[in-house]
Every structure is written in structure tokens, then in C-alpha cells.
């Protein structure tokens, strides 16, 4: 008994769904583009100038002490 109102439900559901007034079409209007068929390149000059970027490491530095981690297994291998 409940399959059969759980199928009434569903295609009621469907037939009303279908019974829904729908809204009239709307009309896009068209633009007409034309193609360009010539394409213009402008040279970018750069300048190469090599610089050097300067690491300084200290003794207690937050990224040696993240890198420099131990896990279990590790600390187990060293003794």
C-alpha cells in the first residue's frame, strides 16, 4: 500500500509539475562583429640585471627548528 501512494505522489508531483504556465521566450537581439585580420606585435625590451638575495641563518631561526623535526621512528634509529 505504501508503494503504490509513494508512485501516486511522484507521478502527481510530475503531471503538476508539467501544468506549470512557462514564461514566453525571450528574444536575444545579434551584434555582427567583424574579423580583424591584421594583428600588431609591440617588442618588450627587459633588462637582464642579476641581483643576489642574501639568507642569513641564525642559530634560533622558527624554519631551522620546523625543518630540523624528529619523529618516533627517527629518534628510534639514532639510539
Known sequence: MKAI??????????????????????????IEMSIVSETIVDEVSTEKNTEVARLYRRANSRVKKALSFTTKRNRAKMA
Do not use: D
Not at 5 to 27: D, R
Open 5 to 30: 501512494a509513494t508512485l501516486i505522489f511522484i507521478i502527481f508531483i510530475g503531471i503538476a509539475a508539467q501544468a506549470q504556465n512557462t514564461t514566453e521566450e525571450v528574444k536575444v537581439q545579434t
